[in-house]
């Protein structure tokens, strides 16, 4: 895997949050995973969250002096555990603390602490409070610590996350939950796919200034291989079809799409949205189609 290019080459830059308490690292791994490195400034403490391999992420902090001592997992997908397998293998995962959701206690290697919505976690002077974001996948936490959010599958910037488990009212209400964070809340999430799932919220928001700005912005980005990440939930409210199923655009043009289905309230015209998007007709858009 270490062979194929990741979709970012120039990663952003580490950046200060929690008025600066914390410091917080990005490494690319395979494809389009993004994995975060959560540093305690006071301490040097660091936490590693989700990843598909070691390699890249033990190098990272050899080259940055970083000291991690714990892997925060989000869920069980094998790209977010790869990296507690590939420890393993290396006979190394025991130096870890785990901490990982208890409702797949099971299925996490290496697991010493297992949490669920309401609990803390300490790395640290930092605590971090843990939510269930279910929807993508059942078990499936986020991990939130002041102007920091760590979503992994649940909320993509501009998009969210396959509905593995489902069932759409509850990734519906994981997204809430999260649209109703602070504005400036930094999303770390676990993937690079933000130009692609603006691709799709054009085609159903393509009267939205907010998101004709940020397309512009992603692509001249992306163009010249840097990330877009992390997002904030202020510019999630603003141009992610999934936090405005309630906007009057979003419903008429998932009413267009789907004459046939009952939009009788925001948790249907989101199940009708996340359907459109796996339908993939927006993959037909041609590029002049977006804004440039």
Not at 9 to 19: H, I, M, N, R, V
Not at 40 to 54: F, K, L, N, Q
Not at 148 to 155: A, E, I, V, Y
Request: net charge negative.
């Amino acid at each position: 895997m270490n062979a194929i290019e990741h979709a970012v080459t120039q990663p952003s830059p580490p950046f200060e949050a929690c008025d600066g308490r914390a410091i917080v690292h990005q490494v690319p791994v395979w494809k389009d995973n993004l994995v975060w490195l959560l540093v305690c400034a006071r301490t040097g403490e660091a936490a590693i969250v989700d990843g598909p391999e070691a390699g890249p992420v033990l190098d990272y902090c050899a080259a940055h002096d970083l000291r991690p001592t714990t892997i925060l997992n989000t869920h069980t997908h094998h790209d977010h555990i790869g990296i507690n397998r590939d420890l393993a293998r290396r006979g190394t995962l025991s130096d870890y603390r785990v901490v990982g959701p208890a409702r797949a206690a099971k299925d996490v290697p290496g697991l010493t602490e297992s949490v669920d919505e309401g609990d803390t976690v300490s790395v640290g002077d930092l605590t971090l409070r843990v939510l269930r974001t279910e929807g993508h996948i059942d078990g499936h936490i986020s991990y939130l610590t002041g102007d920091l959010l760590f979503c992994g599958d649940t909320l993509f910037a501009g998009g969210c996350g396959y509905l593995f488990d489902g069932p759409p009212a509850k990734m519906h209400d994981s997204l809430t939950r999260l649209a109703a964070l602070p504005t400036q809340t930094k999303v770390c999430c676990a993937h690079e796919y933000t130009e692609d799932n603006l691709q799709f919220a054009w085609s159903v928001d393509s009267q939205n200034e907010a998101l004709a700005d940020r397309i512009r912005h992603v692509r001249a980005l992306r163009a010249e291989g840097k990330c877009t990440l992390p997002s904030t939930i202020g510019l999630e409210r603003s141009t992610n079809p999934f936090l405005r199923v309630g906007a009057a655009a979003v419903k008429a043009a998932v009413a267009a799409a789907w004459p046939d289905r009952a939009l009788e309230d925001e948790a249907a015209v989101f199940a009708a949205a996340r359907a459109l998007k796996d339908r993939k007709d927006y993959k037909s858009l041609p590029a002049g189609a977006l804004p440039s």
